[in-house]
């Protein structure tokens, strides 16, 4: 099986065939079908395509170059076999090459023995392909110039190897002596110019797709890995294969042409003997020294190997020790954030109890005026109960008392209501800093209660508060979060933006810039911010004022509520100018909080 390695395209072209047993268990039954009636209509072919190189003469077709010929042999099913190879796996290639070479055999004449041994020459061939891909892992998809020049050598050497059944066919086939040169050519130069012109176009451009389709069907479903064993093994009956068509070459030579009376014949017996041990010592020093580069690439692989292992165990110790740090810095994170929601809890809380402070003291003034105007009616319907007692009550009497019921009366209505506005304006600024429900709310009659609500604040000072909202703004978020920005940006003015006894303006203007969007600008027209602390006013636990008690967390919070929960964003406009200008903008839907793990019960 082509084994896969994450991303990378070449680890899918790393040379593992599909065993039998593995193209049983993978894929699902429609593919199976579909590659074995492919692979039965490439073996119909191929028999068809060889029988139809003989009727119509394509072997040893000469090519003039120069005034030179040079022969070449078209034989289409070493197409077939070899995409059978490279894509599949020997045995797959192997039955095609070997029934149409085995047919072409006996359709020709050939001796049945003769034909059974002749059909091996195009297998040993290919079996180069499987052994050098398997034995060195060079992608075979053909995208880089080591993969093509890698293939080039394999298809000359694969065709040199299978020309040797070429010697049989010219033996056996009684044809001319002119004719073994163009056979024996044709034969390896054939099989080399098929393979370039036709493979490797194929390989270039419909290989990745092939194999990731197999790779999708047959994950998994390949031979164990290579071994020097293995490889050895295969290249070892590969030469053997050489070898014995070379010396089956020359048995038949010899048999053909060793009479006592042919001194011709007799040179030319000793010719070919010494051809063959020639031929012999050549290959038995090649193999020799491939099996040198092959040891010695294994080792290289193995100290690889070794070098990757000691890596990958290194990588586990810093690995471990990553995760260790991580799980230690998500320790602290999760403490941040549980000292942070204390903070925000503690700061609304402080706020709140400033607001309580200032609200009692504004709440005392039309109660106390109240209390003052119904004491002073008692008094006087005292009076008027007496002097009604003692038969002494005038009309001018009853309607003075009368007169002065009336304006008792309205000023006690006045100011209870007013008490009473600010009892539910308080009411409603205290539940929504307390509470962090979502819900919707129109903004500028929310706004005016939050005026209203921080009204004893303000007011104390001296200061004017006005709000500047279109109607029509409707808000579906978090109406706590955004009553604790602006109360913390008001609190900010008025402990900082002003000296003792200077009054100013504050002034909350809403606009949107988009349907979708919800602009709030604050300002105030005090002293501003230094230079050098306006790039800090988010900073938690800044502030200027330390021995007066402050934290430093109001706009940290500030900061935190707008970008956290209204999923919005603050800044404080940087030009320099008298007073402050925060400008807040934030959806007016609210973002969806994102979901918290759940956490296994503790208590379990």
Not at 16 to 40: K, M, N, Q, Y
Not at 202 to 213: F, S, T
Not at 544 to 562: D, E, M, Q
């Amino acid at each position: 099986m082509f084994e896969r390695g994450g991303d990378d395209p070449s680890a899918l072209t790393i040379y593992r065939p599909v065993s039998l047993r593995g193209f049983r268990d993978g894929g699902s039954l429609s593919d199976r079908i579909l590659i074995v009636a492919l692979w039965l209509a490439t073996i119909a072919a191929g028999i068809g395509l060889g029988l139809a190189s003989i009727v119509y003469e394509w072997s040893g077709v000469p090519l003039h170059f120069g005034g030179t010929d040079v022969y070449v042999t078209i034989y289409p099913p070493l197409v077939f076999a070899a995409f059978w190879v490279l894509w599949f796996g020997f045995w797959w290639g192997f039955l095609p090459a070997y029934l149409s070479t085995l047919a072409l055999a006996l359709y020709s004449g050939m001796p049945v023995g003769w034909s059974l041994i002749f059909a091996f020459a195009d297998p040993v061939g290919l079996a180069v392909f499987a052994i050098a891909y398997r034995a060195i892992p060079v992608p075979h998809d053909l995208r880089s110039l080591n993969a093509v020049l890698f293939f080039v050598l394999l298809s000359f050497v694969g065709g040199v190897f299978g020309s040797t059944g070429s010697f049989i066919w010219i033996t056996t086939s009684n044809v001319g002596a002119q004719q073994v040169l163009p056979i024996w050519q044709g034969w390896w130069l054939g099989a080399f110019l098929q393979n370039l012109a036709i493979v490797a176009p194929a390989l270039a451009l419909l290989g990745p797709a092939v194999m990731r389709w197999r790779s999708t069907r047959w994950a998994g479903a390949g031979h164990a890995d290579v071994t020097a064993r293995h490889t050895l093994g295969g290249a070892a009956l590969i030469l053997g294969g050489v070898l014995l068509f070379l010396y089956l070459s020359v048995r038949l030579n010899i048999d053909a042409f060793e009479t006592p009376s042919a001194s011709g014949a007799a040179t030319l017996v000793e010719s070919t003997r010494a051809i063959y041990w020639v031929m012999t010592v050549i290959i038995v020093f090649a193999s020799y020294f491939g099996y040198q580069l092959f040891t010695q690439w294994m080792t290289s692989v193995t100290r690889s190997t070794e070098e990757l292992s000691a890596a990958n165990a290194r990588l586990a110790e810093q690995t471990e020790a990553l995760t260790a740090a991580l799980d230690s810095e998500r320790v602290a994170h999760e403490q941040l954030k549980a000292a942070q929601a204390h903070l925000v809890q503690a700061e609304k809380m402080a706020s709140l109890g400033s607001l309580v402070a200032g609200v009692a003291h504004e709440i005392n003034t039309p109660l106390g005026i109240a209390l003052t105007a119904t004491s002073h009616l008692g008094d006087e319907t005292v009076k008027l109960e007496k002097l009604s007692g003692e038969a002494k009550l005038r009309k001018v009497d009853f309607e003075r008392y009368v007169g002065i019921a009336r304006e008792t009366t309205g000023l006690v209505q006045s100011h209870i209501a007013r008490a009473a506005g600010l009892v539910q304006s308080f009411k409603q600024l205290a539940s929504d800093q307390v509470a962090d429900d979502r819900r919707r709310f129109r903004l500028r009659e929310w706004l005016e209660d939050l005026a209203t609500g921080l009204k004893p604040a303000w007011r104390k000072a001296g200061h004017v508060m006005s709000i500047d909202c279109p109607d029509g703004i409707e808000i579906d978020g978090y109406p706590g979060a955004l009553a604790q920005v602006l109360t913390n940006l008001v609190m900010n003015s008025l402990d900082h933006g002003f000296g003792e006894g200077q009054t100013g303006n504050l002034l909350v203007t809403v606009s949107t810039p988009d349907p979708r969007t919800v602009e709030v600008v604050y300002t105030d027209d005090g002293r501003g911010i230094a230079a050098d602390c306006r790039a800090k006013v988010f900073d938690p636990f800044f502030t200027t004022k330390r021995s007066s008690g402050n934290t430093g967390l109001g706009l940290h919070i500030v900061f935190n509520l707008v970008t956290a929960r209204l999923g919005g964003w603050i800044e404080l406009d940087g030009a320099a100018r008298a007073g402050v200008r925060f400008v807040v903008r934030f959806p007016r839907v609210a973002p969806q909080p994102a979901p918290q793990p759940v956490e296994a019960d503790s208590a379990a």
